[in-house]
Structure formats: C-alpha cells, structure tokens
C-alpha cells in the first residue's frame, strides 16, 4: 500500500517569513496530492491541491510543488501569519479497485511567532 | 452551501458497548468516507461509500463497519467498544467527477472509559 512521509514534525518561523513542509510517497501509482490545514478542534480543511499531471499550483501565499520522478511534494506558505499556526497534513490519493482512499502524512505542527 | 455535519460531536461510551456515528455529507455530493484520528497512529482510512455501496475498505477490524442512505448520508458502527477506540472520527465527503477532492466535517470526538 502507499506510504507518505513528512517533515517536519514541528516548524517554528516569524511571523512574515516563509514556511516549507515536504512530503515524500512511495507508490507511483498515486496521482492526487492534498494539503490539509487543521486547527484545534475543528476537522481538516482543504487549503491547496495538485495532480500528477501537475508541477506546480500557487494560490495567493500557498504553493505546493510535485517531483513525480522523486515522488516528493511540498507545501510553501509565504508571508506566514499568526493565523497560519496549526497542524498541516499531506495526503497522497491511491485510486484502488474502483475506490479511492487518502492516505496521510503524519501532520506538521506549523507554529507562527510575533 | 452547508458543509458536512457529524452527529454527536462528542460521545463518551464504556468498553464492550456500540457506538453509532452519524454523517451528513455536503449537499449533492454522493461519496462518503470515514477516517480515525488518534495522536498515536494519524489519521487513518477506515472505508467508503458511493451510491450506497462499500467501495474501499481499510485495515481495521471488522468490528467497525459503515452503510451509506439513499439520501448519501452514511452512518458508521463500533460494536463491542475498546479502550483504543478512542479516537476522532471523521467523514469525508466528495462529489461525482471530482472524488478525489475530499471535505472533512468537524468529526465526533469518542472517548471509551
């Protein structure tokens, strides 16, 4: 089955400075790739998305970059914001058997200091 | 447009007992799927529904078991309660032509004494 790792486990930068979370896969077979903002309490919320089909999707200060040969992706926040501390997920998507199931990075504690 | 609804947002059961969730996917979309989440193992697939049929399934036991309505609402069931149930559960939902693309609701905090 697919396996996805991320790093880091934890992320500390100011407020203003760029934040960067990689996630590797290990299936080549997967073909769509999610990030995942969670907060406390609250369930996880689609903030960015790429397929394989894909390099690159920017969308204001979120990007996420995708190496299908390396089968690694990640997530860039510029200008971060006291508002973006929260957990990050990445997910890898594996289309199985007419189904298909997210498997997921193990989160990253993204913390944003004043 | 409303998003996904889970009810209860928190249960507090005892071992050996069941337990059943409830899920209320975001209108028109016809996929379900359920995750657990617990600090120890993340976030996990636990199986799917399309047009009320188990289309994918994870590796847990057969304890935990799902049905999806008519209507896409689904519903998932814990009979016979563990200590390592404990977790939050949540539901995802995504609409025809666009599966991949999954939105979680707030999820049911479970917690077995």
């Known amino acids: 089955g697919e396996n996805v790792e991320q790093h880091p486990s934890t992320l500390s930068v100011q407020e203003g400075d760029s934040a960067v979370i990689k996630c590797t896969y290990s299936?080549?077979?997967?073909?769509?790739f999610p990030w995942y903002k969670q907060e406390l309490g609250k369930g996880p919320q689609l903030i960015i998305d790429i397929r394989s089909n894909v390099g690159e999707k920017k969308d204001q200060r979120i990007a996420v970059t995708l190496n299908k040969t390396a089968k690694h992706f990640s997530l860039h926040i510029t200008e971060t914001q006291p508002e973006d501390s929260a957990v990050y997920f990445c997910a890898a998507r594996l289309l199985t058997g007419g189904g298909n199931k997210l498997t997921f990075g193990t989160g990253t504690q993204l913390k944003v200091e004043l | 447009k409303a998003g996904v609804t889970q009810t209860p947002r928190y249960l507090i059961k005892t071992r050996g007992q069941q337990v059943t969730l409830s899920c209320s996917p975001i209108?028109?979309?016809?996929?379900v799927s359920w995750y657990q989440q617990t600090p120890g193992q993340g976030l996990q697939f636990l199986f799917e529904y399309f047009s009320e049929t188990q289309r994918n399934k994870g590796n847990f036991p057969g304890r935990f078991s799902g049905r999806q309505f008519s209507n896409s609402r689904s519903e998932m069931n814990v009979s016979t309660l563990e200590l390592g149930d404990s977790a939050l559960y949540l539901c995802?939902?995504?609409?025809?032509?666009?599966?991949?693309?999954?939105?979680f609701g707030p999820g049911t905090r479970l917690l077995v004494l």
């Open positions: 299936d080549s077979a997967s073909n769509y």
């Open positions: 995802a939902s995504s609409r025809r032509g666009d599966e991949e693309t999954q939105y």
């Open positions: 209108s028109g979309h016809r996929s």
